[in-house]
């Protein structure tokens, strides 16, 4: 198998520390650290395998998206050497109306 370096796109940096912040209110700062270590390396995970998730050319060229626990929808492109995670969608929310 191929191994690919992931990247995460500003955009998904953003969404990190929205979800972080979040967390941290509902429950506290310990389960918002946890849950986005979780989330960060399970992500980094995508260097090998990396085609994984549903394909969704009709939104954008490229874009595959994969859920995470039930409780968010990862926006990602694969090509050749790198995996761009361009979103990271809370539950609930229209991710397919958003800019990719």
């Known amino acids: ?10 955009e998904a940096r953003i969404d990190l520390l929205n979800i972080y912040d979040w967390i941290a209110e509902a429950a506290n700062p310990a389960v918002a650290v946890g849950y986005i270590e ?23 060229p490229g874009l595959r998206v994969v859920g995470f626990e ?18 990271l969608f809370q539950g609930g929310r229209d991710w397919e109306n958003e800019s990719l």
């Open 38 to 60: 979780r989330l960060e390396n399970w992500c980094m995970s995508f260097d090998i395998a990396s085609e994984r998730g549903r394909a969704r050319e009709d939104i954008r």
């Open 70 to 87: 039930r409780r968010l929808t990862v926006a990602f492109t694969v090509s050749e050497n790198e995996i761009i995670i361009l979103r």
């Open 1 to 10: 198998m191929k191994r690919r370096r992931v990247v995460f796109a500003p």
